[in-house]
Each structure stands twice: as structure tokens, then as C-alpha cells.
């Protein structure tokens, strides 16, 4: 069964650095564009961050451009969003994606249940 699983949310300070991860199961996702989106309370969904299946292009929203660092391990079929410098507003559950097609415009297909980021002021 396919399945993506994230992890390694928390509950940080402003400015702390959080590392998360999402490790895919059921099949190699080696071909798949790979994304990051966040949904904070009372608010949509968010697009934040994306990697080509080849991981030499990425893509960010403004909002964290700088700040957050999207990579992948194929060989381990995981996906990883570095976040430095967190701010209040980046408060959300935070969930990855996956593309089959692996380029752009990229269209989610398979989606994990979420990690809790919490950050304080």
C-alpha cells in the first residue's frame, strides 16, 4: 500500500530550526516530484515548498524563501523540509505530497496525515 508518513514536528521557539520528514512506503517515489503544503488553524492549505524528481529544481512560496530547505534521499524515499529562523506564523500541520508525473505543473496525488509544527513567540 502506498503511504506517506511525516515526521519530526514540535514545539519550537521564534527564530529555533526544525527538521521534518516525510518517508514514503509501497512503492519508489525516486520518479516523483515531492512537495511540502502547511494548513494553520481557520486557514487553506498553503503550497510550501516543492523538488523536481531529480532534486535540482525547487521551488518555494515567497513567505518562506530563505528560511526553509527542501531535499530528498531517494534512497531512503524520503523527503525533507529544513526550517530555520520559524516565525509565530508558521504555525500549521504541515504535510507532503507526492507527483507521479515529477514535473511541472505539478498535480498531488498521494498526500501524508500531517506533523504539528508549533511555533512560539
Known amino acids: 500500500q502506498v503511504e506517506l508518513v511525516e515526521s519530526g514536528g514540535g514545539l519550537v521557539q521564534a527564530g529555533d530550526s526544525l527538521r521534518i520528514s516525510c518517508a514514503a512506503s509501497g512503492r519508489t517515489f525516486s520518479s516523483d516530484a515531492l512537495g511540502w503544503f502547511r494548513q494553520a488553524p481557520g486557514k487553506e492549505r498553503e503550497f510550501v515548498a516543492a523538488?523536481?524528481?531529480?532534486?535540482?529544481?525547487?521551488y518555494y512560496t515567497d513567505s518562506v524563501k530563505g528560511r526553509f530547505t527542501i531535499s530528498r534521499d531517494n534512497a531512503k524515499n524520503t523527503v525533507y523540509l529544513q526550517m530555520n529562523s520559524l516565525k509565530p506564523e508558521d504555525t500549521a500541520v504541515y504535510y507532503c505530497a507526492a507527483d507521479p508525473v515529477g514535473s511541472p505543473p505539478y498535480e498531488f496525488d498521494y498526500w501524508g496525515q500531517g506533523t504539528q509544527v508549533t511555533v512560539s513567540s
Open positions: 523538488i523536481s524528481w531529480s532534486g535540482g529544481d525547487t
